[in-house]
Each structure stands twice: as structure tokens, then as C-alpha cells.
Nanobody, 120 residues
């Protein structure tokens, strides 16, 4: 069973920075891509940033220039650094991964989410 566990959320003042981490564990054979999504109250879940194992990244326009997604492939960990945080960045941030495991083959998985709150 593949499991994603996020950490690093919290309450931050506008203009501050935050670094989220997500560790994938289980009988993982390979990771194709990892990503961060977020969902604010009343809104749909949206992609914030994604990264493939060859380092190709994509960012939502709302965070472009302020966010950096990176991975430690040896640790099956993905990070999201967001600088110059804005109140509109407030949301639950979810980790997502496309993973091949010994038990299930290829599949997609979600973490439980970590709350990020930005005060003005």
C-alpha cells in the first residue's frame, strides 16, 4: 500500500514563506511524477505545481515566480517552497503521486492534506 504523508503547513503572515514536504512510502518501485494541489473552502481542487522524475516542472499561473517544486528521488519526497505568500494562498495542500508499486502496479495516490493559512 502506497502512502503519502505531507508536512510543513501552518499559519504564516502575508509576505512570508513556507516549505511543504511529502514523503511517499510503501513498496514503491518507481515514481513517474509528483505534484501539489490545493483546495480552498468553496473552491475546486487545483494544481499548484508538478514535477516529473526527469525534472520537468509546471506551475499554476497564480504561483508562478513564487513557488518552487523539487524532489529528492532517493527519498521519494517532493517539496513545495512558496515565497511571498498571499492570503489567497490559504488552502489545504494535497500531495499527489503517480507511482508503481510491487503490490498494485501503476496508480495515483493522494495525501491527506496539510492546511496552509496566510494572514494579512
Amino acid at each position: 500500500q502506497v502512502r503519502l504523508v505531507e508536512s510543513g503547513g501552518g499559519l504564516v503572515q502575508a509576505g512570508g514563506s513556507l516549505r511543504l514536504s511529502c514523503v511517499a512510502s510503501g513498496s514503491i518501485l518507481s515514481v513517474a511524477a509528483m505534484a501539489w494541489h490545493r483546495q480552498a473552502p468553496g473552491n475546486e481542487r487545483e494544481l499548484v505545481a508538478s514535477i516529473t522524475t526527469i525534472g520537468r516542472t509546471t506551475y499554476a499561473d497564480s504561483v508562478k515566480g513564487r513557488a518552487t517544486i523539487s524532489t529528492d528521488n532517493a527519498k521519494n519526497t517532493v517539496y513545495l517552497q512558496i515565497d511571498s505568500l498571499k492570503p489567497e494562498d490559504t488552502a489545504v495542500y494535497f500531495c499527489h503521486a503517480t507511482v508503481s508499486s510491487r503490490v498494485s502496479g501503476w496508480g495515483t495516490y493522494w495525501g491527506q492534506g496539510t492546511q496552509v493559512s496566510v494572514s494579512s
